[in-house]
Nanobody, 121 residues
């Protein structure tokens, strides 16, 4: 089992930046691919970014490419999402996932509870 706890979400103005963290505990963090998804009210869970266990390979959704950066520190069992140039349409609950590498929610085995990001215009 892997437990995931996100933090760092808050209210921010458009154009601002945030860094989200996802602390993992349980089984070996470094062996898992991990990802970030987001879910806005009334919408389906949406892929944001994913990263291999090694941290070498990443994939981003087109909507965040060039603005968001996913990274990980295996020594600290922590996943990060650096978000720059935030837009109101980035408002959502951001959810950490582990156990896969891909764009689909079905590829991940473990999920956190999420952290709320609100971007005001």
């Amino acid at each position: 089992q892997v437990q995931l706890v996100e933090s760092g979400g808050r209210l921010v103005q458009a154009g601002g930046s945030l860094r989200l963290s996802c602390a993992a505990s349980g089984r070996t963090f470094s062996s898992y691919g991990m990802g970030w998804f987001r879910q806005a009210p009334g919408k389906e869970r949406e892929f944001v970014a994913t990263i291999r266990w090694s941290g070498i390979q990443t994939i981003y959704a087109d909507s965040v490419k060039g603005r968001f950066t996913i990274s990980r520190d295996n020594a600290k069992n922590t996943l990060y999402l650096q978000m720059n140039s935030l837009k109101p349409e980035d408002t959502a609950i951001y959810i950490c996932a582990a156990g896969g590498f891909g764009l689909s929610v079905t590829e991940y085995n473990y999920w956190g509870q999420g952290t709320q990001v609100t971007v005001s215009s």
